[in-house]
């Protein structure tokens, strides 16, 4: 069942899939389009921040573990070049008890691996719909 957009304007939103692992990006990337997004996936956060230097995004999900510029790394970029964007990233991890109060503050939501394509859906009407849901 899809959900729809509440609102009068239809418009349509812009994600973006951070994630080394080509499997998850294509899944994340499905659901997200099954649900109205247009989404595009990377899986280095070298071309993540390639990327957002031009578009501006409406979501972000975002695996912290990547090879070279990890998800971290990406973070700093935003918080740095485009701040209000933090308040609408998913972080993905495996370990979700390791970070800190103090950064699941700037982010929107996490998304404990392995997940939910449900939670993953409601997170990300969630992290649009609202200027920044708190962590």
Same mark, same amino acid.
């Given at each position: $069942?899809?959900?729809?957009?509440? =609102? @009068?304007?239809?418009?349509?939103?812009? *994600?973006?899939?951070?994630?080394?692992?080509?499997? %998850?990006?294509? &899944?994340?990337? *499905?659901?997200?389009?099954?649900?109205? /997004?247009?989404?595009? =996936?990377?899986?280095?956060? *070298?071309?993540?921040?390639?990327? $957002?230097?031009?578009?501006?995004?409406?979501? !972000?999900?975002?695996? &912290?573990? !990547?090879? /070279?510029?990890?998800?971290?790394?990406?973070?700093? /970029?935003? @918080?740095?070049?485009?701040?209000?964007? &933090?308040?609408?990233?998913?972080?993905?991890? *495996?370990?979700?008890?390791?970070?800190?109060?103090?950064?699941?503050?700037? %982010?929107?939501?996490?998304?404990?691996?392995? /997940?939910?394509?449900?939670? &993953?859906?409601? $997170?990300?009407?969630?992290?649009?719909?609202?200027?920044?849901?708190? =962590?």
């Amino acid at each position: $069942m899809s959900l729809q957009f509440s =609102g @009068e304007r239809r418009r349509t939103y812009r *994600a973006l899939v951070v994630e080394d692992d080509e499997g %998850i990006v294509n &899944l994340v990337r *499905a659901v997200l389009q099954r649900e109205g /997004f247009t989404a595009e =996936g990377v899986r280095t956060g *070298a071309a993540a921040i390639e990327l $957002m230097k031009s578009v501006a995004y409406d979501l !972000l999900i975002l695996d &912290l573990i !990547l090879p /070279f510029v990890s998800g971290e790394e990406v973070m700093a /970029f935003i @918080e740095e070049t485009q701040p209000k964007t &933090l308040r609408r990233v998913i972080v993905m991890t *495996a370990s979700p008890r390791k970070l800190s109060c103090e950064f699941l503050e700037r %982010i929107c939501k996490i998304l404990a691996k392995p /997940f939910d394509i449900d939670e &993953l859906v409601l $997170m990300a009407r969630e992290c649009i719909e609202s200027e920044g849901c708190g =962590g």
